[in-house]
């Protein structure tokens, strides 16, 4: 977020580098349940992002002095991969990962329903196997559809997006030359059902209108992610009682 580049960010018809119009997100694909040994997964591409999460639980909690007599605990673990960036990244836990996986377990510990499960850990593992901008909320979105998948209990499924500044504009779903050259960048996940926000982040600098402005159309592409969650599940769901009725 340097907000200094000779680069054209935003040209004078309002058109990014990639062709996208300020209020217009990437491209998504969402598939549920794609690994067989875990027990919920989700594989995920928004523009170049590629995603793979996999969950497993509720399950007893290990290391036990984490465990929670009142209910389970969420434990996270984003990783990106070393050849998941242009400069291959240097392999293993960092703070920016130890940071991120606290903040989408939180954000996913708001809709689960973690007091069905005393003592019980739920883990999830977000691969970052190709990183362009907003992998965060890319794994959160991944996320809450391998949680859905392995059926954990949730009052929602949670979509994420960010909106942001850049070129003086503000943006919807940066991507990576405008999230590097801009001037903010703000992830920001909700709960579609009740409009709370489970996540919001944001580096740089806003207007208070920008900011307002921008989480408008975050909120409304937030709520179209959710559909695109929804369907995911629904096919994964259609593939599943197929399968079913074939072996009866
Ligand atoms: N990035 C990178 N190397 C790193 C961390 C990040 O190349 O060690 C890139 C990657 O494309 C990432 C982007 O910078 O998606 C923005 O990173 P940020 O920390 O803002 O998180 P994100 O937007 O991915 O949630």
């Not at 000779?6 to 349940?33: F, H, Q, S, W, Y």
Request: aromatic share 4%; proline share 4%; glycine share 6%.
């Amino acid at each position: 977020m340097s907000g200094h580049t000779d680069m054209v960010l935003v040209n004078e018809e309002g058109i990014r580098i990639d062709g996208r119009r300020t209020d217009e997100k990437r491209p998504i694909r969402i598939e549920a349940g794609v690994l067989k040994n875990a027990d919920g997964s989700c594989y995920l591409e928004i523009g170049k992002n590629k995603v793979l999460c996999a969950v497993y639980g509720p399950r007893e909690c290990r290391p036990r002095h984490l465990q929670d007599p009142t209910k389970a605990i969420i434990q996270c673990k984003y990783n990106m991969e070393a050849y998941s960036v242009t400069d291959r990244k240097r392999p293993g836990t960092d703070r920016r990962s130890v940071e991120i996986s606290k903040l989408i377990s939180e954000a996913l510990s708001s809709v689960v329903q973690l007091e069905l499960y005393p003592r019980a850990s739920i883990d999830v593992y977000i691969e970052i196997l190709q990183a362009n901008a907003g992998t965060r909320c890319a794994g959160l979105t991944a996320a809450s559809v391998a949680l859905a998948d392995a059926g954990i209990p949730m009052r929602d499924i949670v979509p994420a997006i960010a909106c942001g500044k850049a070129d003086d504009k503000v943006l919807l779903d940066l991507n990576k030359e405008e999230d590097n050259y801009g001037q903010a960048d703000v992830p920001l996940a909700i709960v579609p059902s009740t409009d709370e926000i489970v996540l919001l982040q944001m580096d740089g600098n806003m207007t208070r209108e920008e900011l307002e402005y921008g989480l408008d159309m975050a909120f409304k592409a937030a709520h179209e992610v959710s559909d695109i969650q929804k369907d995911a599940l629904r096919r994964r769901y259609t593939e599943i009682s197929k399968k079913e009725g074939e072996s009866d």
